[in-house]
């Protein structure tokens, strides 16, 4: 087992307040991992000092055996560790098509040849139509990314990290005000990524979360409340009191 990412004591003070408290954990490569825990846990917080957006007050990110504290975003997304944002929705008059070739083109270093007309960029179409078929979005190519259905669009947010060529994708709640329906189907989409990318999923629907999770872990107020796998989550007793919000009966 080898582990992909890993934060070793990370924590994240304003003032007084500690978003994340000596958070330590594991991602290991390959894995499909859930985060859960109620509103305000530090779930995002800790997304934000994994991908570099925010500086941890204390502790470290490790990637591939290095501390990469001291890597700014662009330069982790570089390593590839990747994390969606809506980014759909920078280029809303675009075509799927034209905004799958933006990530591919820069990821090539090509970033100047995005607006050449299509048949001059044989390779990276060809590339971004093995994505969109394997997302299920080529149907969608010459569609306007804002006129898309919401759902697709998040689908779309994905086919997009991926064009970057992550090896470990942060999702963080991919699938909020996605239809149930379309929403089972994203989480599908990312549960069957090849296993060279590994997941960490951000998501409150515990259905979707059994979906998808091999392992659990759970944070409350900061700091991982527990860790384990589906099963053993789905019983744990403090983990069913607070998050999910049941009573205990002696
Ligand atoms: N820049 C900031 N300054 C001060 N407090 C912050 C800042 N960012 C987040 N917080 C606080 O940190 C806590 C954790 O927030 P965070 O967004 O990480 O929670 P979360 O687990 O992602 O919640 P949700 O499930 O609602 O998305 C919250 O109480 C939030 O108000
Ligand atoms: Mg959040």
Not at 14 to 23: C, L
Not at 109 to 125: S, Y
Not at 142 to 160: C, P
């Amino acid at each position: 087992m080898t582990i992909a990412l890993e934060t070793r004591g990370l924590s994240k003070s304003w003032g007084q307040f500690k978003a994340n408290d000596n958070v330590t954990f594991q991602l290991r490569t390959g894995a499909r991992h859930a985060l859960i825990g109620p509103n305000g846990a530090g779930k995002t917080t800790l997304v934000h000092l994994l991908s570099g957006l925010e500086m941890p007050t204390k502790g470290e990110v490790w990637m591939d055996g290095k501390c990469i504290n001291s890597l700014p975003p662009a330069a982790r997304t570089a390593r590839g560790l990747v994390r969606t944002f809506q980014i759909s929705s920078l280029f809303p008059e675009l075509t799927v098509l034209r905004s799958m070739l933006i990530p591919i083109l820069q990821r090539k270093k090509m970033g100047a040849n995005a607006w050449l007309p299509l048949g001059k960029l044989d390779a990276e179409v060809e590339e971004a139509k093995q994505a969109l078929l394997r997302l299920n979005l080529w149907q969608d190519r010459n569609t306007q990314v804002a006129t898309l259905a919401y759902g697709r669009q998040r689908v779309l947010d994905i086919a997009l990290a991926l064009a970057t060529g992550p090896r470990v994708l942060l999702l963080d709640e991919p699938a909020a005000g996605v239809p149930t329906e379309e929403s089972r189907e994203l989480i599908q989409i990312v549960a069957d990524l090849p296993r060279d990318v590994t997941v960490l999923l951000i998501e409150h629907d515990m259905d979707l979360v059994f979906r998808f999770a091999e392992r659990i872990t759970v944070m409350v107020d900061g700091r991982i409340l527990t860790e384990g796998t589906a099963a053993e989550i789905s019983t744990h007793p403090r983990v069913r009191e607070v998050y999910l919000g049941e009573e205990q009966h002696d």
